[in-house]
Each structure stands twice: as structure tokens, then as C-alpha cells.
């Protein structure tokens, strides 16, 4: 079955750092979406990504998908405390299907 | 608007115990999901209903069941609780367009426990 890879598993940062998390799959993606997650709570939606070398920024996050969309990356920039939390990129493989696929997650923390 | 709601939110269990997990959107979205989590696996699907009166198997379907029992309400079986099914349970929904499947929208989850 198609997997999603994430990279780093876990992110330590001194606030005020850049980041940069990955999420990697061997085949095209139709739909990527990031999510962020609290410890203990449900997840939370961040952006969409749809088209190839599609980019989306929301306040100090952007997220980017590569033209052949098997690649994503989150960028964070100017860390802060409220940024700490699990990062997982979840993904359509196959078009028009409804089997969702996740990445196992990055955790994220921000030293102040 | 509350968007995906949970019930319970905790739940310890026997093996051999049956329990049924709620939930419900108001979103009036014509997909619902259910997952689990567990450390270092991420989110598996479960079970989804891609619109009210059809389910379909997801990844780990074996030991539960589903119910759509309205394009609100997902409901999540387990008949005999095995020590494997200790996880964290979550709903989602969402909505689509044609092929486009779009963002999913998550509950806070179910903790369950089975000793």
C-alpha cells in the first residue's frame, strides 16, 4: 500500500528559528493536506494543496507541493511556543478515492 | 456550528466487552471516517462511509462495525473488545467535488482502553 514518509520524526527549536518538515511519497498525490495536532486532542486543518508547485501561506506557514506532486514541505518561520504540536501530512493516493493516507507525524518542539 | 462531536471521550473496557462509539457533524458533509491511532503508525482508516447509506472497509476493518445511521450520525462497533484495540479513535468528515476530495474536518477522539 502507498505510504507517506515524514521527515524529521521530531524537531527541536529555539523560538525565533526557521523550520522546514517533509512529507514524501514514490507516487503522485491527488490532494495533500496538513494538519497539526495537540497533544492529546484531535487534529486541526492547516492547508490543502491540489496542483503541482501549488504554494500556500497562512500567517508564518507555508506549505509547498513539487510539480510532479509527490513532495511536500511545511515551512515555518520565526518559530514561536504556540507552534509546538505534532505535524502530520495526510494525502489522497489514487484519484477519486476516499481512503485518506497519513504520515506518521513530525513533533515539534519550541524552546523560548 | 460544533463541527465533528465525540462520544465518549474516555472508555475503558474488558476483552470480550462490546461498546459503540458515537459521532456526529453538522456540517452537512456527505463523507464520514473512522480512524485510529496509535504510536508510531499514524492515523489508519478504519471504516467510511462516502455518503448516507453506504460504508466501505478502510485499512484495519477487522473487530469493528459500522453504522450510517443519517448523513449526521457514524457510528463505530466493537463487539468483543481485544487488548489490540487499545487506541485512539478518531471521526472526520468532509466534503467533495466530483473526484476532488476535500480537507478532512476531525473530532477530538476517543481514548479507549481495554485491559
Known amino acids: 500500500s502507498q505510504e507517506l514518509e515524514q521527515s524529521p520524526q521530531s524537531l527541536i527549536v529555539q523560538e525565533g528559528k526557521n523550520l522546514t518538515i517533509n512529507c514524501t511519497s514514490s507516487?503522485?498525490?491527488?490532494?495533500l493536506y496538513w494538519y497539526k495536532q495537540k497533544y492529546g486532542e484531535g487534529l486541526i486543518f492547516l492547508m490543502m494543496?491540489?496542483?503541482?508547485?501549488e504554494e500556500k501561506s497562512h500567517e508564518k506557514i507555508t506549505a509547498k507541493l513539487d510539480e510532479k506532486k509527490q513532495q511536500s514541505s511545511l515551512h515555518i518561520t520565526a518559530s514561536q511556543p504556540s507552534h509546538a504540536g505534532i505535524y502530520l501530512c495526510?494525502?489522497?493516493?489514487?484519484?477519486?478515492?476516499?481512503?485518506?493516507?497519513f504520515g506518521t507525524g513530525t513533533r515539534l518542539k519550541v524552546l523560548a | 456550528n460544533a463541527g465533528v462531536t465525540q462520544t465518549p471521550k474516555f472508555q475503558v473496557l474488558k476483552t470480550g466487552q462490546s461498546m459503540t462509539l458515537q459521532c456526529a457533524q453538522d456540517?452537512?458533509?456527505?463523507?464520514m471516517y473512522w480512524y485510529r491511532q496509535d504510536p508510531g503508525m499514524g492515523l489508519r482508516l478504519i471504516y467510511y462511509?462516502?455518503?448516507?447509506?453506504?460504508?466501505d472497509k478502510g485499512e484495519v476493518p477487522n473487530g469493528y462495525n459500522v453504522s450510517r445511521l443519517n448523513k449526521r450520525e457514524f457510528s463505530l462497533r466493537l463487539e468483543s473488545a481485544a487488548p489490540s484495540q487499545t487506541s485512539v479513535y478518531f471521526c472526520?468528515?468532509?466534503?467533495?467535488?466530483?473526484?476532488?476530495?476535500?480537507?478532512?474536518?476531525f473530532g477530538p477522539g476517543t481514548r479507549l482502553t481495554v485491559l
Open positions: 472526520a468528515s468532509s466534503e467533495h467535488v466530483g473526484t476532488v476530495r476535500g480537507e478532512q474536518f
Open positions: 507516487k503522485t498525490l491527488y490532494g
Open positions: 494543496l491540489q496542483k503541482g508547485g
Open positions: 495526510g494525502a489522497v493516493p489514487l484519484s477519486g478515492t476516499y481512503k485518506y493516507i
Open positions: 456540517m452537512n458533509h456527505n463523507s
Open positions: 462511509s462516502a455518503s448516507e447509506g453506504t460504508t
